[in-house]
């Protein structure tokens, strides 16, 4: 699937992963390829995105890694939308 990850200050990532988990408002939820089309409000907490991801220099330092391998990018809240296979992440 394809991941986008945005800010008010720039778009922090752009790529192909293999899926991400969300801190929604009713607790955390996880997308895979191909996942129904969804609109939802974030929550504080970590965007969880696992597959490679090739970050910019500029914004590396926004992201960790967990001990499962995932990568880590902690928001204050944000909105989400899944259509056409497609993930838009509008963070705060």
Known sequence: MYLEIVTPEAVLFSGEVTSVALPGIDGEFQMLDNHAPIVSLLAKGNVKVYGDMNLEEEVADKFSKDENGATLLPIN???????DNKVIVLAD
């Open 77 to 83: 809240s944000g909105t989400i939308e899944m259509k």
